[in-house]
């Protein structure tokens, strides 16, 4: 379950991503991820998963108010990762940046040349850090991927996360936009 916890403190910081481009339309995305490299984790996910399938449509209900009260709406992908909606402001556009806080992760260097944006970071909760590389493919699509390292049981685990996110719409609808960290 930590290796799991290390993957969604890297996907919340992923999420935050689009914010990192001026160019970005505001409005609703649909973003990606899938991990490699870490078997515990890909059977977490399987877990994840089947957890998901077997959930009452109450319980699933409670699921997706607790991640909408958080800015995301967050489904299993078909490929085996996640898939996510999220809700970008025109404000969240406009910053031409990275937000150096997003909870318990901190972004430690960030450099853009042309479409890529590199950047480093380190969690403390749990405990990882890492690097994540974005491709903009104009305003509405980019591509990444984000390479983590972490400990478990005095042992060095390493991950890899590729992403991907599209602009679906300028209403975002039902999503409300993520809740920025104080």
Not at 42 to 61: L, V
Not at 66 to 83: H, L, N, S, T
Request: glycine share 8%; with cysteine.
């Amino acid at each position: 379950m930590r290796t799991l916890s290390i993957v969604f403190a890297a996907a919340a910081c992923a999420a935050t991503l689009p914010a990192a481009a001026q160019t970005l339309k505001p409005g609703l995305w649909e973003m990606q991820h899938k991990v490699q490299g870490n078997a515990q984790m890909d059977q977490a996910m399987a877990e994840m998963r089947e957890q998901m399938a077997a959930m009452s449509p109450e319980q699933r209900k409670q699921m997706e108010t607790m991640m909408a009260g958080r800015g995301v709406q967050m489904a299993p992908a078909g490929d085996g990762g996640m898939r996510m909606k999220v809700c970008m402001t025109r404000e969240m556009a406009e910053r031409n940046d990275i937000p150096a806080n997003r909870g318990d992760c901190r972004t430690s260097q960030q450099q853009r040349s042309g479409n890529t944006l590199k950047m480093r970071f380190t969690c403390t909760n749990p405990p990882s850090s890492g690097d994540t590389q974005v491709t903009f493919n104009g305003p509405e699509a980019y591509t990444s991927k984000t390479n983590v390292t972490s400990t478990t049981n005095g042992k060095a685990e390493t991950m890899t996360m590729e992403g991907s996110g599209k602009w679906l719409s300028a209403d975002c609808g039902s999503v409300k936009p993520i809740q920025q960290a104080k």
